[in-house]
């Protein structure tokens, strides 16, 4: 069995191989030309992406050592994402799909994500949660099986992802400013300045609230010093990373308490937090969970983890026909 995944919802553009219960390949070209704007422009990554996808399938293929003709079906991301930029991708397949006569299979963004779990060992047990979090989700996912899945919690407005981003923006770190912040955050004091945590009630999150409290601590110092942010970054990030962090795993904690799972999960963009992988390990020890947290490489946007869940839908019969569209908002 050959499958080729094509990922393109944000401003990653990648393919992958799944071959016979492995990742043959996975191909990723990063569009860096976002950078210079502070975040990533919509129209800027429809044309990256239109110029990078047929280089990536090609590498994908030559890397997996197979050609178009033994493909079997092609997966990709249906949603969520810029619209534009999955345009291209759903483009991509469904003519690929059409000139080679074989299924095309549509995959959920965020389930692709929780699923990347299943591309290596060690792999979670069902139930487990999945704490899913990136720039545009914040989630908690009980998972029963690989096509049953169920938020359990998600955030009200803003995604942990974007707190990270806008934090670093307020410091006038570069994009993307959330890796940095974690750089900074491990030099630094993370009781050095405490921010108030919101109260949602359930398992539910809120981040608007913090990044408010962000700006006005941050415009405050700056009024009474103005080098304060140049004198204090590395505090700064890591009280800040302390309490993003402390919110997620206070959900966690209490969704795992209400269901009595312990196969414990993270994943998306923002699992690759060096303080939220460390925070959860140790949280995990005194709490006896089995953790599960997922390479580097499948922590970002990507299509091995389209391509693991493409499988599962190729062994399920769950195709798409040629009329499928990509949608920007898309149901769990």
């Known amino acids: 069995m050959n499958i080729l995944a094509i990922e393109s919802s944000c401003d990653e553009t990648s393919a992958a191989i799944f071959t016979n219960g492995k990742i043959a390949s996975n191909v990723i070209a990063t569009q860096l030309i976002h950078s210079q704007y502070g975040g990533v422009v919509p129209e800027l990554a429809s044309r990256a992406h239109q110029q990078h996808i047929l280089p990536v399938v090609d590498k994908a293929l030559k890397d997996a050592k197979v050609t178009k003709n033994d493909l079997d079906a092609i997966a990709f991301t249906k949603g969520p994402g810029l619209l534009g930029a999955l345009l291209v991708g759903t483009s991509f397949a469904k003519a690929m799909a059409l000139a080679l006569n074989i299924p095309l299979i549509e995959v959920n963004h965020m389930q692709a994500h929780v699923l990347a779990h299943f591309i290596d060992d060690p792999k979670p047990s069902f139930p487990f949660l999945c704490l899913t979090v990136s720039g545009g989700h914040t989630q908690i ?192």
């Not at 955050?185 to 913090?210: Q, T, V, W």
């Not at 700056?222 to 080098?227: A, C, G, L, Q, T």
């Not at 089995?290 to 990507?302: A, G, K, Q, S, V």
């Open 141 to 332: 996912v009980k998972v029963t099986g690989p096509l049953e899945m169920e938020i359990i919690g998600e955030t009200k407005d803003d995604a942990v992802g974007e707190a990270f981003d806008k934090t670093a923006k307020l410091l006038d770190l570069p994009y993307p400013g959330g890796p940095l912040i974690d750089k900074y955050a491990k030099l630094g004091n993370s009781a050095a300045f405490l921010f108030p945590l919101p109260e949602m009630p359930g398992l539910d999150f809120s981040f608007s609230g913090i990044k408010t409290s962000i700006l006005y601590f941050l415009q405050k110092q700056v009024r009474e010093n103005p080098d304060f942010i140049r004198d204090n970054l590395h505090d700064i990030c890591a009280s800040v990373q302390y309490t993003l962090i402390d919110i997620l795993l206070k959900k966690l904690k209490k969704a795992a308490r209400e269901t009595g799972i312990t196969e414990i999960a993270i994943a998306g963009g923002v699992s690759a937090n060096s303080g939220l992988r460390q925070a959860l390990s140790g949280l995990g020890e005194k709490l006896n969970w089995n953790i599960y947290i997922p390479h580097f490489e499948y922590c970002t946007d990507n299509a091995a983890m389209i391509a693991i869940a493409g499988y599962y839908k190729y062994v399920n019969n769950d195709f798409c026909d040629q009329t499928v569209s990509p949608m920007a908002r898309m149901a769990f």
